[in-house]
């Protein structure tokens, strides 16, 4: 009579057990976690405000299930240190076990990153840091933002056919801005122009006065800057309080200067300003205005800018991937799954390259105007499918 209580107790203890243990196992194997790092407060915050928010859209509007998987997005803000970021990439790998990592506000924070994702075999989905040389610092890198030399080439083929015969290049003192300066200075004079000087602005903290009083004095017909997101209104600004304008030097850069997050505060000093890059809050198609459209709302009008675009086509290439694979495959299967997606994003046609893992797209030739009361970087020429020119010249 002993007997079967005991063995019913034993099985019933043994069952509460192994529920107990599975319990948590089983919750972990039903979420899907993307360790967004960004940087929040600092320097550079402008860039985590914007792709957090486009990140936090893309859900809004594709649902936080997918392929039965509770997706999770767990942000952390590195303050732009890439020791910070590295800290926080080794905590989410060990400690959350995410399965992917994103972000990478700045080039110095994804390289800290690269090799964590090497070894752990986690997918490293770039979605602001632009420096040529990160997809290949692991082969788990994934970018949804653009490069630098994507970006200048296109300039540097339209400014010598449009009156600037002499230029002086000023640059963030690091990776994309090296990236800038070598391949817009490169080909300007392959295209019979000539390059005057190069000059170089520390990247945190930068004081532009003395460098752009050096560009007034060598008058070239153009100055071509390239700083990160955030840094742009700056060198606006001191453009105009030096008369550079007036003194016939036309200014002429990558897009993250006249940066759609700032634009609209620049003032008239910005209007006419020719830039390149692969995304305008006014390009006009039906996608982006339904896009700008539903960030603005969820945003208190904020408008999106080129980071936001990175990040909402990271989300993009992460749910999709997680679909094809059935929410089965983790570390290199889902790796895969990210390489040579297709699709259309608010800043046009894209894709994936299977080989380099990096994004290729068009690049727009765009000229500040106001319309309707606001400044716009208005697309005016466009060239298609640019694959980063970086890859191809070593
Ligand atoms: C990088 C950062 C930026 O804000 C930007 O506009 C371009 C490049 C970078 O650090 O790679």
Known sequence: MQAPTTRRHALTLAAATLAGL??????QDNVFKIGLILPMTGQQAT????IEAAARLYMAQNGDTVAGKKVQLIVKDDTSLPDQTRRLAQELIVGEKVNVLAGMGITPSAMAVAPLATQSKTPLVVMAAATSSITEASPFVVRTSFTLPQA??????????????TVVSLVSDYGPGIDAEKFFN???????AKVIESLRVPMRNPDFAPFLQKVRDLKPDALFVFVPSGAGAAVMKQFAERGMDKAGIRLIATGDVTDDDQLN?????????????HYSAAHPSDMNKKFVDAFQKANKGLRPNFMAVGGYDGMRVIYEALKST????????????M???IFESPR??????????????DVYLRKVERKDGQLWNVEFDAVKEVKDPGKTKK
């Open 22 to 27: 599975a319990a948590p196992a089983m919750a």
């Open 47 to 50: 860039t985590g405000r914007q």
């Open 152 to 165: 200048s080439v296109a300039l540097a083929d339209w400014a010598p056919a449009n009156g600037v015969k």
């Open 186 to 192: 490169a080909r300007m004079v392959n295209n019979g």
């Open 265 to 277: 505060d620049m003032g008239d000093v910005a209007l006419g300003v020719v830039t390149s890059h």
């Open 326 to 337: 059935k929410g089965a495959g983790g570390g290199e299967t889902l790796l895969n799954a």
């Open 339 to 341: 390489k040579g997606q």
């Open 348 to 361: 046009g046609k894209i894709y994936i390259d299977a080989q380099t893992r990096d994004i290729v797209q």
